[in-house]
């Protein structure tokens, strides 16, 4: 089982940036679908974005703001914010998916389901 760790969180005014980190370690990075997911108070978890090996997903909510990116060699997954706006405030998790012999490197899981390996969470707070 691989294992993540987030880093990068914090607090910053809206419209500004952030860049969150989550590193992985135990198994063969590259086989993983990797996704960042996100839980403000009172409401559930929900995704974000998730990047395979060559394709990205994002919830519509953050089209055009956030990019997530990977690089194979450090085991590392990223996701950078731009204009950041207080509702997305939360704890941004990332999580790792194994991926199945039956899906094409296009597959990118956005099911909150479909991933086994979760870190603790890093909180992004975005203020007025």
């Known amino acids: 089982q691989v294992q993540v760790v987030e880093s990068g969180g914090g607090l910053v005014q809206a419209g500004g940036s952030l860049r969150l980190s989550c590193a992985a370690s135990?198994?063969?990075?590259?086989?993983?679908?990797m996704g960042w997911f996100r839980q403000a108070p009172g409401k559930e978890r929900e995704f974000v974005a998730a990047?395979?090996?060559?394709?990205?997903a994002y919830q519509d909510s953050v089209k055009g703001r956030f990019i997530i990116s990977r690089d194979n060699a450090q085991s590392t997954v990223y996701l950078q914010m731009n204009s950041l706006k207080p509702e997305d405030s939360g704890v941004y998790y990332c999580?790792?998916?194994?991926?199945?012999?039956?899906?094409?490197?296009?597959?990118?899981?956005?099911?909150?389901?479909?991933?086994?390996?979760w870190g603790q969470g890093t909180q992004v707070t975005v203020s007025t």
């Open positions: 999580a790792a998916a194994l991926r199945r012999s039956t899906e094409t490197l296009t597959d990118v899981p956005t099911s909150l389901i479909r991933y086994n390996a």
């Open positions: 135990g198994r063969t990075f590259s086989n993983y679908h």
């Open positions: 990047i395979s090996w060559v394709s990205t």
